[in-house]
């Protein structure tokens, strides 16, 4: 929590020499590592020691890397009149391309109708698919980076939640490429049941600690953080309309109740009345037993794929 508010800029008492002392550099998972390097950027540039610097170092190759294979394709995409809507940390570069954000890969969708002819033309035009799954596909452009074309934004979705983000999203241009970004509003709800999502998978296997699972995710938090302090008109109601299309408005309703503690009055008291009437709790406890069970079937699987 406390590299979560020095990285969002509301906590400046934290001793970084103690909170140096407290961070296993070479055993923390790397998101967190890298948080705890930005904070020291913030708070204490002389402790920068040269395995921090070496993680941000790596971040930004990595990130270059991952951009250069996004303009390359999002080019040829262009090229052929393929709508790109970006998602997750992909909207944020694209918004403040000056941050440094650890990214996997770059994550967009296209249209469903042409979705198999935009993962052919990426192919044809030197790609290669890592993995092709039930939603996406993981593309790779020789050494560089990795992008991920969706043409579901959610796993499970109902379509008319992905219809309403694309009809809501607006055209931008960087680097004299033509980019579909979605409302605020439905930036959040993208980062929140992606995060919560992710969450779900990796509870199931025993050998992922809870709180190891956030620590591999920090960034939905500054990235929420920085739509919420962004957009001072909000729409709440919005929000939890567009997730409750398919059933993930207990989601936004766990998700700004945790981010609240992490950063205190960040959800404003209006914010949560709207929430708490658009999803009251015996909704998040009913939601809540089907998770568990959904967890339950993780582990099975995670236990399958072990032994063979």
């Known amino acids: 929590m406390r590299l979560l508010r020095i990285n969002a800029g509301i906590d ?45 170092s790596h971040e930004r190759f990595g990130n270059a890397m991952t951009m250069g294979a996004f303009q390359k394709i999002c080019k040829l995409y262009n090229e052929h009149n393929i709508p790109v809507l970006a998602q997750k940390g992909l909207v944020q570069k ?29 192919v044809e035009n030197g790609f290669h698919i890592n993995h092709d799954m039930l939603f996406s596909a993981d593309l790779q452009f020789r050494d560089m980076g990795c992008v991920d074309v969706h043409y579901a934004l959610f796993k499970g979705a109902n379509p008319q939640m992905d219809d309403a983000i694309w009809f ?58 920085k739509i919420i302090s962004d957009t001072p008109n909000l729409n709440w109601g919005q929000i939890m309309r ?14 700004t ?7 205190p009055g960040i959800i404003s008291t209006h914010a949560k009345k709207i929430i708490d009437h ?16 959904i967890v339950y079937l993780h582990k099975i699987n995670h236990k399958f794929y072990q032994s063979l």
């Open 12 to 56: 400046a008492k934290t001793n970084i020499k103690k909170l140096l002392k407290s961070v296993d550099v070479y055993n923390e998972p790397l998101p967190l590592v890298f948080l705890l390097a930005c904070a020291v950027i913030k708070t204490d540039r002389e402790q920068l020691s040269n395995q921090l610097a070496g993680v941000i």
């Open 94 to 122: 694209l918004l403040y391309p000056n941050a440094t954000r650890p990214m996997n890969d770059a994550d967009f969708a296209v249209p469903k109708s042409v979705y198999r002819d935009a993962v052919d033309l990426a």
């Open 168 to 225: 809501r999203a607006h055209k931008i241009q960087t680097n004299g490429l033509d980019v579909l970004i979605p409302s605020a509003e439905d930036i959040l709800v993208i980062i929140m049941c992606e995060f919560y999502g992710n969450f779900l998978f990796e509870a199931g296997s025993k050998d992922t600690d809870i709180k190891h699972i956030f620590a591999q995710h920090p960034q939905w938090v500054l990235d929420a953080y």
């Open 242 to 255: 567009t997730a409750q299309m398919s059933g993930y408005d207990y989601q936004i309703k766990i998700l």
């Open 257 to 263: 109740r945790i981010l609240n503690k992490i950063i």
């Open 278 to 293: 658009c999803c009251p709790d015996y909704v998040v406890r009913k939601r809540l037993k089907r998770d568990r069970k």
